[in-house]
């Protein structure tokens, strides 16, 4: 019966010492210690503010058709050059429970997933005070018709929007 309260309290010192480090797929010991450089935590803790935008309006398109989903990003203020992003867009359920993840892209680097293999990607030309983040669609389905979510990460921040795709008509053939 001694030999429980002991361990337990044995266990707690140890942990209260530090040398136990838990790992959750992310370590936060070089901004949130004194151990990283000071440059290293002015970039997560700069006061600078992400802000994404997508089209308001819905964008319409037809089956077999190539379209863009507008979005866009920027630092208030800015941050000068650009920085190493992740950009993730998902597909929304009409209840906004479940999202189906379409791509994920850093630089240049993409990977698009499901249906969207080989058919979606991040458009490459850019604006001078904001930064480009839309998703091009090629050939695109009936089913692709829905709410698509724009998400950009950058570090411990990342800010969404959401852009409405409809579809319309049968295509170009056959449209009156």
Known sequence: MLLLPLLLKATLLHLASGFY????????NHI????????????YFSGSRLVVEASKDPVYSYSGANVTLPCHYRYEPDLGPKRKIRIKW????????????????IGKTYVAFGDFK?????????????HEASLVISDVRLKDDGKYRCEVIDGLEDESDVVDLRLQGGGMLGTT
Do not use: C
Request: proline residues 2%; glycine residues 8%.
């Open 32 to 43: 949130m210690n004194d151990n990283g450089d000071e440059q290293d935590k002015a970039d």
């Open 118 to 130: 080989g058919r979606a990607h991040i458009h490459q030309a850019g604006e001078a005070s904001w």
């Open 21 to 28: 480090h838990p790992y959750n797929g992310f370590y936060y």
């Open 90 to 105: 998902s597909k929304l359920r009409d209840d906004y429970t479940k999202e189906q993840d379409v791509m994920v892209a």
